[in-house]
C-alpha cells in the first residue's frame, strides 16, 4: 500500500498545473457551499430563535378560535386554573399570560388597524425578550398612566412622537364598541416592519378595564425546560382542558415550519449541486490522466501489477487529489464561518427590503460538526464514485495494443 501510495502521489504531480487547477477548484468550490450553508443556516436559525425568544415562545394556549377571529370574547375560560396547572407542570419553565384583540388606533392624521396586545411586565419579560426592542423612550414599566409603545414605522406613518396620544379603538368582551386614550411612552423596533405595523403593546391592566369587569386572558405563552417537550407538554394541556387549544410553535407558524423545512432542502441542493461538478472535474481530470499513461499503465500490467493494484492506484490517485483540495476548502470554510459567527455578514444596504421579510440585516453563519462531517464524507464518497468509470477502464487496457499504439 505505502508504495502505491508513493506512486499516486508522484503521479498527481506529474503535471502539477492540471492537478493545481483541480484541487483550487475543489478548495473555492467547498469554502464558497460551506460558507453558503452555513448563511443559509444562521439565517433560518436566527428567524426561528427570534421569533421563539421575542414573540411566540415554544408554545401557546388560546380559545380555539381566537386565533382565526380575533374578538375579545374568545377569551379563555378558567385561565387561573390552567395557570396553576402550569405552575406545577415542572416541565413549564415560564408562562406569560396576554390579554390581547383585534382594533384600530386613531391618531389626527389617520387610522389603522392593528392588534393590541396587553402583557404583564415581569410574566413578560422572563418569557420574551421583546423588551430588548426598544429603540427610544421607556418600556411599559414607565409611570405614566395607559402607556402604550408602537412600532418606529407604524411612528413614522402616523407622524407620532414621544408623549403624544392616541386612541385604541376595539370591541369589549360584551360586543360593545369602546375605546381608550394612551399614551405613547417608546418606540421599538423589531426584525419584522410588518409587526411593528400591526401590534402594539399596554399594561395588561390598563387594558382589561376596558374590555372586562374581571380580567380576561386570551393567550398564555409557554417555555419550557427544553424545546423538545413542546409537544408532549401541548398533548397533556389539550387531554385536561377540553375548552382551550394548546399549539407548538410549529402550529403557530406553519410558515416557520415551512422555511426551517426548505432551509434542510436548500442545504441538500446546494451541497449535491457543489458534489457533482466536483464528480465531473474529478472525472474529466482522472480520463485525460489516463489518456496520456495508456502505454504505462499497459507495461505495468504485462510486468505483473495486478489489476486489483492498478485500479487501487487510480483511486488513490482521485482520493488523495480530491482530499488535499477538500481539507483545505474545509479548513478555510471553518476559519470563515468562525469569523462571521462574531462580526455577522452586514447587508444594512439592503436593511429596509429585508425588514419587509422579516430577516435582520445581520445574518451570523453557523455550522454544526456533524454537517461538516457529513460534507466530507459526502465529499469522499463523491469522489469514489467518480473515479470508478477511470479506474475500470484502466484495467481494461490490453498491454499489446498500448504499447502498438505508443
Not at 487547477?21 to 444562521?42: E, K, M
Not at 423596533?189 to 380580567?215: H, I, K
Not at 386570551?218 to 389539550?238: C, K, S
Amino acid at each position: 500500500m505505502k508504495t502505491l501510495i508513493t506512486i499516486a502521489w508522484r503521479n498527481i504531480w506529474r503535471h502539477p498545473a492540471r492537478s493545481g487547477v483541480l484541487i483550487a477548484a475543489v478548495v473555492v468550490g467547498l469554502w464558497a457551499g460551506v460558507v453558503t450553508v452555513g448563511t443559509v443556516n444562521g439565517l433560518m436559525h436566527q428567524r426561528v430563535d427570534y421569533l421563539i425568544d421575542s414573540e411566540i415562545a415554544h408554545a401557546q394556549i388560546h380559545h380555539p378560535e381566537f386565533l382565526a377571529e380575533g374578538y375579545s370574547w374568545l377569551y379563555i375560560p378558567d385561565h387561573e386554573e390552567i395557570l396553576n396547572w402550569l405552575d406545577e407542570d415542572p416541565r413549564i419553565a415560564v408562562w406569560s399570560a396576554r390579554t390581547m384583540t383585534d382594533g384600530m388606533v386613531q391618531s389626527p392624521i389617520k387610522t389603522s388597524g392593528v392588534r393590541i396586545r396587553g402583557i404583564d411586565i415581569d410574566q413578560e419579560n422572563r418569557t420574551t425578550d421583546f423588551h430588548e426592542n426598544m429603540v427610544e423612550g421607556e418600556y411599559l414599566d414607565s409611570d405614566v398612566r395607559n402607556a402604550v409603545i408602537v412600532g418606529r414605522s407604524l411612528a413614522r406613518d402616523h407622524n407620532l412622537r414621544i408623549g403624544n396620544r392616541i386612541v385604541l379603538v376595539f370591541e369589549d368582551t360584551g360586543n360593545e364598541l369602546a375605546s381608550g386614550s394612551f399614551n405613547i411612552v417608546g418606540f421599538f423596533e423589531s426584525a419584522s416592519t410588518e409587526f411593528d405595523d400591526r401590534n402594539v403593546f399596554v399594561r395588561s391592566g390598563d387594558f382589561s378595564r376596558y374590555l372586562a369587569e374581571e380580567p380576561v386572558v386570551h393567550e398564555i405563552a409557554m417555555r419550557f425546560t427544553e424545546l423538545d417537550m413542546a409537544a408532549a407538554v401541548v398533548a397533556d394541556i389539550n387531554t385536561a382542558f377540553s375548552r382551550v387549544e394548546a399549539q407548538t410553535w410549529r402550529e403557530l407558524s406553519p410558515e416557520l415550519n415551512v422555511l426551517v423545512e426548505l432551509g434542510g432542502v436548500m442545504h441538500f441542493v446546494m451541497t449535491m449541486i457543489i458534489m457533482l461538478a466536483l464528480a465531473f472535474g474529478i472525472l474529466n481530470t482522472m480520463l485525460m490522466a489516463l489518456f496520456e499513461r495508456m502505454r504505462e499503465i499497459g507495461m505495468l500490467l504485462s510486468i505483473g501489477m495486478s489489476k486489483m493494484r492498478v485500479f487501487s492506484m487510480i483511486l488513490l490517485e482521485s482520493i488523495i487529489l480530491t482530499l488535499s483540495g477538500a481539507l483545505t476548502g474545509i479548513l478555510l470554510a471553518w476559519i470563515s464561518i468562525n469569523y462571521l459567527s462574531g462580526s455577522g455578514i452586514n447587508l444594512e444596504q439592503f436593511a429596509a427590503g429585508v425588514a419587509e421579510l422579516g430577516w435582520d440585516h445581520i445574518i451570523y453563519p453557523v455550522i454544526s460538526i456533524p454537517e461538516y462531517a457529513g460534507i466530507v464524507t459526502l465529499v469522499m464518497v463523491i469522489t469514489l464514485l467518480a473515479s470508478v468509470y477511470p479506474a475500470l477502464k484502466a484495467i481494461r487496457i490490453n498491454p499489446l495494443e498500448a504499447a502498438k499504439d505508443a
